[in-house]
């Protein structure tokens, strides 16, 4: 296992936070992958607030720290999306 198991179980935003001149647009497509590679029963947002915390605090310039702050501003809680719902029938 390359990260914490709890926030960051591939080790993605760690390595994002190591790779020099990486872009605000790499961070996010790091972020989706990282949120993706979640279990599901985890607290996303506690665990942003801990990679915030663990990394974003040293380096508050840094492009991840930024998508993190966004991703922290931005949760709600999940909708379910398309599919078949079932309405009642007149």
Same mark, same amino acid.
């Given at each position: 296992?390359? #990260? /914490? =198991?709890?926030?960051?179980?591939?080790? *993605? %935003? *760690?390595?994002?936070?190591?790779?020099? #001149?990486?872009?605000?647009?790499?961070? !996010?497509?790091?972020?989706? /992958?990282?949120? *993706?590679?979640?279990?599901?029963? +985890?607290?996303?947002?506690?665990?942003?607030? %801990?990679?915030?915390?663990?990394? #974003?605090? /040293?380096?508050?310039?840094?492009?991840?720290?930024? %998508? *993190?702050?966004?991703?922290?501003?931005?949760? +709600?809680?999940?909708? !379910?999306?398309? #599919?078949? !719902? +079932?309405? =009642?029938?007149?």
């Amino acid at each position: 296992m390359k #990260g /914490d =198991p709890a926030t960051d179980p591939k080790g *993605l %935003v *760690l390595e994002a936070y190591r790779i020099d #001149g990486i872009t605000g647009p790499e961070c !996010r497509s790091i972020f989706l /992958d990282w949120a *993706l590679s979640l279990p599901t029963e +985890s607290d996303t947002a506690a665990a942003i607030r %801990v990679l915030i915390d663990r990394h #974003g605090t /040293d380096q508050p310039d840094h492009p991840m720290t930024g %998508v *993190l702050r966004e991703g922290l501003g931005t949760m +709600s809680a999940p909708r !379910r999306r398309g #599919g078949w !719902r +079932s309405r =009642p029938r007149s």
